[in-house]
């Protein structure tokens, strides 16, 4: 990875941006690649002024592969300038165990990087990427939106969670530590607001304190409309007869003892469910999880939390859902919205996520379900415009008013241009990430598979 740094006679300033000339991205590409990893100087003849007056006006991004990171720096020596390549801290970070990771800054660059990233469940992490996500990223808070049941059926060694004392958001205010560690969080207090409903006042009347480890790392989950709320909605779902069908077969399953009638019941119910599909999904999350999605926001709001990790299963409906009330609030353009929950049809679409998808929940339709087309998101956000008027509006209606959406800002905006470290994932990267276009521009991600994992080669 070569990281472009403007530069004067009298010193070195980072900026990292995007060069509009393709053939002279080209050329130079070629010179960067045949550099080692350790330092290296290679001196550029007197023809080469031009096209180095334009790297220093132009900064620009190039990504190697994996982890690699150099740092270039141009120096004047007379006619001649001197390109220093040498090792740095990480400007990149590519995982090889985390699926559909990035950053929310991805599809902005008005977005401050290093805040909030989201992923499909880390639990698979190993070896490097443990040290990445734990000292390179740095994350303080894991926030999960399933139940803890759910959670536990993931496949992996579940390494990395194990450094986040983990805690669980319940409605109504009450919190239930699940491990013991109990060292002092910081707390948020409620900004104050006039028209804030009953709901409002009884969630900012909360207590703010969650369990935190001796680096100040935590897990809260907080599970979006939970099984007990969801069994509601699916039998509201279903007709008077097929109602009957299914109580039937859920109390002589439990009568009896016998699961297998249960399951039926189940299967039964999540046939209709089916029908109903990934737009109704979001409907009934924007709906019946208000008390969750404010306190996402307030967590969000605060940079003492930061950085962040927002997941579910596969990163893709109740973390893209999220993902796309975060950016909402912050002013980011619909179309990268969209855009952003739109990376993640990759990972969703591919042979891993439509397998998972019929193991976890086989009366689904992969076909719908395992993805994420933009129509989706956009009937999404069209559907809060039409029922409350706007994205605000539905903020202000779950208590998130204009006073927290200005504090969201002020942590998730940026003031002033600012470097920023590139996050992603190997692991079933979309072809159309900002960054994966950058990558593949430069030969960048030659190295990495249809199938989104490593090929052979295992440079580091």
Not at 141 to 158: K, N, P, S, V, Y
Not at 439 to 457: H, Y
């Amino acid at each position: 990875f070569v990281e472009i740094m403007e530069s004067n006679d009298h010193g070195d300033g980072l900026a990292v941006g995007r060069s509009s000339s393709d053939g002279y991205l080209t050329k130079m590409k070629s010179r960067w690649r045949s550099l080692e990893q350790d330092t290296k100087e290679e001196v550029y003849s007197k023809e080469d002024d031009d096209e180095l007056e334009h790297l220093e006006s132009t900064p620009l991004l190039v990504g190697r592969s994996h982890s690699l990171s150099c740092k270039s720096k141009v120096h004047r020596s007379g006619s001649r300038r001197v390109l220093k390549v040498s090792r740095s801290e990480s400007s990149l970070v590519l995982l090889s165990t985390v699926a559909n990771f990035r950053d929310l800054c991805e599809v902005s660059s008005n977005v401050k990087s290093n805040c909030i990233y989201r992923s499909a469940t880390p639990n698979k992490a190993e070896g490097p990427d443990i040290e990445h996500i734990l000292h390179t990223l740095d994350i303080k808070t894991i926030i999960d939106f399933r139940e803890r049941d759910e959670a536990h059926r993931d496949e992996g060694l579940r390494q990395l969670i194990v450094s986040f004392p983990e805690t669980e958001f319940k409605r109504g205010g009450q919190r239930r530590s699940l491990r013991h560690f109990f060292s002092s969080s910081s707390s948020l207090s409620s900004p104050a607001s006039s028209s804030s409903s009953s709901t409002t006042s009884r969630l900012q009347s909360q207590e703010q304190l969650w369990p935190t480890s001796e680096d100040g790392r935590k897990l809260v989950r907080i599970p979006y409309v939970p099984r007990k709320k969801m069994r509601g909605v699916v039998f509201g779902l279903l007709g008077m007869q097929q109602l009957m069908k299914v109580g039937g077969l859920y109390v002589g399953g439990g009568l009896a003892c016998r699961p297998n009638l249960i399951k039926r019941a189940k299967s039964t119910a999540l046939k209709e469910f089916n029908k109903i599909g990934l737009f109704g999904l979001y409907k009934v999350i924007l709906e019946k999880s208000q008390e969750e999605i404010f306190t996402l926001l307030k967590l969000c709001a605060d940079p003492s939390n930061h950085p962040i990790l927002i997941h579910c299963s596969h990163g893709k409906d109740r973390t893209g859902l999220s993902a796309a009330l975060i950016q909402s609030a912050i002013g980011v353009p619909r179309e990268r919205v969209v855009l952003d929950y739109s990376l993640s049809d990759t990972y969703g679409n591919s042979s891993e996520g439509k397998a998972r998808f019929k193991e976890e929940v086989p009366e689904l339709d992969p076909k719908e379900w395992a993805r994420a087309i933009p129509l989706t998101m956009e009937k999404t956000l069209a559907y809060i415009d039409e029922k409350y008027g706007s994205i605000d509006a539905y903020l202000d209606v779950i208590g998130f008013d204009v006073e927290w959406r200005g504090k969201l800002r002020n942590t998730l905006l940026w003031t002033t241009s600012q470097p920023r470290v590139r996050v992603g994932s190997t692991r079933f990267a979309s072809p159309f990430s900002p960054l994966v276009q950058e990558l593949e521009r430069f030969g960048s991600l030659e190295d990495v598979d249809e199938e989104g994992g490593e090929g052979e080669e295992e440079e580091e």
